[in-house]
C-alpha cells in the first residue's frame, strides 16, 4: 500500500469484534482492500462475557461459519481448554459443540490473522461519522477527524454505540469495563433516518482461583473422545488441566439479592436502565425475582484461559452494587473465601431495528452500508461471526457485481438468524434457539460442510480440494446406502446372538441390512461384523447412520422444503406499490411498505400479516404478470 492510499480502501469495517474479523477476513480473502477500525487493538475478538464459543444450535453456527470459509472454528480448536459434545443422549438435530476457550490466546491469534492479512489494515479509531453522497456510503469520519474513504462501509460495534456500564447505581459511558464507548456514531445514523433502539445485557463477576474452594463442587471435565469444531482441524483429545465446576445458589444468597433490589438499577425506585435485557440469559436478580419458588440456581465456575488466574461466575450475571456482589458470591458453596477481580455489570447500549436491512445485511436506507452483530439487536459471539461472514461476503460479491449469497430457512441456522432479524425485526436481544428452525433436522452440526461448502467454494472462501472432497462424501454415502439396501442378511444362530446382545429382536426371515440398521438399538458399530464390505471411514458411517435412522422425517422435512420454496421463489418485484394492491389489511399494507419482503414466502413470515392478505398479493402480482 503506497503512503497516499492510507485513507482510501475498497470496504471499512467499524468494529473487530467477532462480526468484524468474519467480515474482513472474509472480503480481504476475496481480493479487497479493507481498513478495521476499533476503539483498542488489543482486544480483536474479544470474549468480555463467557469465555466459550458454541452450544445448542451456536456451535451449529460455527460449523457454518468454517463450511462457508470463515475463522470462528478454527481459532476456537486453536485456543480452547476444554470441550464437550452436548446432547449426545439425544437426537443428531439438537446435538452441538462447546468449547470454552483461552479468551486471551484467542483474541491474539485473531488479531494476528488480521494483522498478517495483506488486504487487511487494522487501526485505532473510533467512527464518529459516515459519509454519505447520493444515497450511497463513500466512507467514515473518525474521533481524529480523519476522513477515509471506501466504497463500502460494515458497521460491526457491538454494545459500543452509546454505551453505559450500570454497578448498582453507579453509572458511566464506556462500550465494555475499561473501554470508550463510541459516542458520536448513533446520531449520525438517526440523521441518515435510522431508527434506533436501547437493549441491555450483563457479564458476572470474576473471582481469583486460589480463593475458589474446588473441592466441593461437581468437577466436570472435557471430553475423552477426539473433537474439532473446524472440518479442517484434525480432531483432538484436549489435556484435562481445565475442568469447569459447578456448583449452586442457595435461600442465603436469595436473601443478600433481594435486600439489595432496591439499589439496583433495573429495580431500585427510580429504574436506570430503560433497554431490553436477554429473556434466555438473565440476571441473577431476574432469576430470584421471577423465579420465587425456586431455592437453587445453577451457578457454573469457569476458567478464562491458560495465563490467567481469573474464573468466570457463568449464571451470577448481575448489576447489583459491588457491596452486594461480595456477599452474594461469597455465600455460595466454595465462593464463601472468593477475591473478586472484576466487579459484574450491566450494559445498556444502541442498535439499530434489523428490518431496515435486506437479507444481505445491506441497509435499505443508504446504499453499500451494511450492519452485522450485536448492532442488528442480536446476542452471542456465534450470531455476531455469522452475520459478520455474510455481511463481508454480500460486501464483496455487490463490489464484484456478482449475485449476493441469502442462505434460506432450510440451509442454515445462519439463514434463520438473519430471516428472522430482517423479516419480524427484534424486541429483546435475539439468540438463536434450535426451536427457531423448523428444518433442524435437516441443520444438524455433522452436515454444515454437506449444506455449505457449495456457497463457500462459489465465492472463493473454501478451496477446491476441500469442495471436491464434500462431494466424494456426499456420493460415497448415498451409494453406501443403496448398498445396505442389497446385502442380505438371513437368520442364524450368530446373527440372533448378536441381535440379542444389543437388545433388539431376532430375525425370523432375511432382512437387509438397511432394515436392521433402521432398529432404534442398533447402531453400525453393531452390525459391522455383518457388511461383506465394511466401512471404515467414521464421517461415512455416521453420514449413512443419520439418513437411514431418520429417514421418514428427513423425507418430510424435505416435502415441506419443496412447498417452502415455491413461495420462497416467488419474488415479490423490488419497485412494487403496496398502496394500489386491492383489499390488503392497512396492517399488512403498512408492514409491507415497511418491510419490503423480497418474495412471498418472506411475507407470510412478517407477524400480522393474514393469509387473506397474502392470497390477495398472489392475486395482485399474478395479474400484473398475465
Not at 473441592?215 to 472435557?222: C, P
Not at 469444531?229 to 459447578?246: A, G, H, I, N
Not at 452494587?321 to 466487579?343: D, W
Request: proline share 6%; with cysteine.
Amino acid at each position: 500500500m503506497r503512503p497516499d492510499d492510507d485513507r482510501v480502501y475498497d470496504i471499512i469495517v467499524v468494529g473487530a469484534g467477532h462480526a468484524g474479523i468474519e467480515a474482513a477476513l472474509a472480503s480481504a480473502r476475496m481480493g479487497f482492500k479493507v481498513l478495521v477500525l476499533t476503539v483498542n487493538p488489543d482486544t480483536v475478538g474479544w470474549a468480555p462475557c463467557n469465555p466459550a464459543i458454541g452450544g445448542p444450535a451456536k456451535g451449529v453456527v460455527v460449523r457454518e461459519i468454517d463450511a462457508l470459509g470463515g475463522e470462528m472454528a478454527k481459532t476456537t480448536d486453536e485456543t480452547m481448554i476444554n470441550v464437550l459434545m452436548l446432547n449426545v443422549s439425544k437426537g443428531p438435530a439438537v446435538r452441538a459443540l462447546r468449547a470454552q476457550i483461552d479468551k486471551i490466546s484467542y483474541s491474539r491469534v485473531m488479531k494476528r490473522k488480521l494483522e498478517t492479512h495483506p488486504n487487511v489494515v487494522l487501526r485505532h479509531g473510533i467512527a464518529e461519522k459516515l459519509l454519505v453522497g447520493r444515497g450511497k456510503v463513500v466512507g467514515v469520519v473518525d474521533n481524529y477527524g480523519i476522513d477515509y474513504l471506501g466504497k463500502v462501509v460494515i458497521i460491526t460495534t457491538g454494545t459500543f454505540l452509546r454505551g453505559k456500564i450500570f454497578i448498582g447505581r453507579s453509572v458511566f459511558p464506556a462500550g465494555r469495563m475499561g473501554e470508550f464507548q463510541a459516542a458520536k456514531l448513533t446520531q449520525s445514523l438517526i440523521e441518515l433516518g435510522f431508527e434506533v433502539g436501547r437493549f441491555k445485557t450483563g457479564t458476572p463477576a470474576r473471582v481469583l482461583k486460589r480463593s475458589i474452594n474446588f473441592s466441593v463442587m461437581e468437577r466436570q471435565d472435557t471430553a475423552d473422545e477426539p473433537l474439532a469444531f473446524s472440518f479442517f482441524d484434525e480432531p483432538k483429545v484436549l489435556p484435562k488441566d481445565y475442568p469447569c465446576w459447578l456448583t449452586r445458589t442457595n435461600p442465603e444468597t436469595h436473601s443478600i439479592i433481594r435486600q439489595y433490589l432496591e439499589f439496583s438499577p433495573l429495580y431500585g425506585t427510580v429504574k436506570l436502565i430503560e433497554g431490553v435485557g436477554p429473556r434466555y440469559c438473565p440476571s441473577i436478580e431476574d432469576k430470584v425475582v421471577k423465579f420465587k419458588d425456586k431455592e437453587s440456581h445453577q451457578v457454573f465456575v469457569e476458567p478464562e484461559g491458560r495465563d490467567t488466574e481469573e474464573y468466570y461466575l457463568n449464571g451470577l450475571s448481575t448489576s447489583l452494587p459491588y457491596e452486594a456482589q461480595i456477599k452474594m458470591i461469597r455465600s455460595v458453596r466454595g465462593l464463601e473465601n472468593a477475591i473478586i477481580t472484576r466487579p459484574a455489570y450491566a450494559i445498556e447500549y444502541d442498535y439499530i431495528d434489523p428490518r431496515q436491512l435486506y437479507p444481505t445485511l445491506e441497509s435499505k436506507i443508504v446504499e453499500n452500508l451494511f450492519f452485522a452483530g450485536q448492532v442488528n439487536g442480536t446476542s452471542g459471539y456465534e450470531e455476531a461471526a455469522g452475520q459478520g461472514l455474510i455481511a463481508g461476503i454480500n460486501a464483496a460479491l455487490k463490489l464484484r457485481g456478482e449475485p449476493p449469497l441469502i442462505l434460506k430457512r432450510s440451509e442454515a441456522y445462519i439463514g434463520v438468524l438473519i430471516d428472522d432479524l430482517v423479516t419480524k425485526g427484534v424486541d429483546e436481544p435475539y439468540r438463536l434457539l434450535t426451536s427457531r428452525a423448523e428444518y433442524r433436522l435437516l441443520l444438524r452440526h455433522d452436515n454444515a460442510h454437506l449444506r455449505l461448502a457449495k456457497y463457500g467454494y462459489r465465492v472463493g472462501l473454501i478451496p477446491k480440494w476441500f469442495y471436491e472432497k464434500v462431494l466424494r462424501l456426499e456420493k460415497r454415502v448415498e451409494e453406501e446406502i443403496e448398498r445396505f439396501k442389497r446385502v442380505v442378511i438371513k437368520p442364524s444362530g450368530k446373527v440372533n446372538d448378536l441381535l440379542a446382545s444389543e437388545g433388539t429382536t431376532p430375525l425370523k426371515e432375511a432382512t437387509s441390512l438397511y432394515q436392521l440398521l433402521k432398529r432404534p438399538e442398533l447402531g453400525y458399530r453393531a452390525l459391522k461384523g455383518l457388511d461383506p464390505n465394511p466401512i471404515e471411514d467414521s464421517e461415512v458411517v455416521e453420514q449413512v447412520e443419520i439418513n437411514v435412522k431418520y429417514e421418514g422425517y428427513i423425507q418430510k422435512m424435505f416435502e415441506e422444503v419443496t412447498i417452502f420454496e415455491k413461495y420462497e421463489n416467488y419474488e415479490i418485484p423490488t419497485d412494487i406499490d403496496y398502496d394500489t394492491v386491492p383489499n390488503l389489511s392497512t396492517e399488512a399494507r403498512d408492514k409491507l411498505k415497511r418491510i419490503r419482503p423480497r418474495s412471498i414466502g418472506q411475507a407470510m413470515r412478517i407477524p400480522g400479516i393474514n393469509p387473506s392478505d397474502i392470497s390477495n398479493l398472489i392475486i395482485y402480482l399474478d395479474g400484473k404478470r398475465k
